[in-house]
């Protein structure tokens, strides 16, 4: 069974601490994904990777920072955690070839309080 | 630029059919996906079309016009587990990431 798996399904942080979201894939899957979802806003792209070491920006990536270190591991960093970050962070995965289905985690909701 | 539009929300009656359209504009194209995302749970996959024309899958089926920048989703014999929320996607022109509508919630009666 396939299967993205993220660290935390809920998570409660202070503004201004440092943020560790972890993300595994199992599927050896090259591309790798953040996004936040917010009501009304559809997935947004955080940041993109698609091999290790390799990233790029996405579409929102002001006040986060991503990790690659290994093929099955994607992690996103909120350096000094705001109130504007709180949101549903989703991780997704894919093979690097047009119309691959992507597949993703269950989900963060961060709070930041 | 590149934009999605997709209905906020929609209504529909356990057993007839329902269509959730989607338009978009893009620089480039290479396909059209759809996700469905039931409420507190990951997108799953549904379809995926490049061409233009219907694919049926079961109960699903989805059209694209790559001329109109036009897709729909048909949902037939609808049950209740398909209350959710249905996400229309465009692959960007350029490293196969995808934009994103904002979602379709679609709410199904008795």
């Known amino acids: 069974d396939v299967k993205v798996t993220q660290s935390s399904r809920y998570l409660v942080k202070r503004t201004g601490e440092k943020v560790f979201l972890e993300c595994v894939q199992d599927?050896?899957?090259?591309?790798m994904f953040w996004y936040r979802q917010d009501p009304g806003l559809g997935l947004r792209l955080i940041y993109f990777s698609y091999d290790v070491k390799m990233k790029e920006k996405g579409d929102i990536p002001e006040g986060y920072s991503v990790s690659r270190e290994k093929k099955e591991r994607f992690s996103l960093i909120l350096e000094s955690a705001s109130t504007n970050q709180t949101s549903m962070y989703l991780c997704a995965s894919d093979r690097r070839q047009w119309g691959s289905e992507a597949f993703f985690g269950q989900g963060t909701r961060l709070t930041v309080v | 630029g590149q934009n999605i539009d997709q209905p906020t929300e929609m209504t529909a009656t356990e057993g007839a059919i329902v269509q959730i359209n989607c338009t978009y504009q893009?620089?480039?194209?290479?396909?059209l996906f759809w996700y469905q995302q039931h409420a507190g749970e990951a997108p799953t996959f549904l379809s995926y079309n490049v061409l233009d024309g219907l694919e049926e899958k079961g109960r699903f089926s989805s059209f694209l016009s790559r001329s109109k920048g036009y897709s729909y989703l048909l949902l037939k014999e609808l049950q209740m587990k398909d209350s959710a929320s249905y996400l229309c996607a465009v692959t960007r022109d350029s490293n196969y990431q995808l934009i994103w509508g904002a979602g379709t919630k679609l709410i199904i009666k008795p």
């Open positions: 893009t620089s480039g194209f290479n396909g």
């Open positions: 599927m050896d899957h090259e591309n």
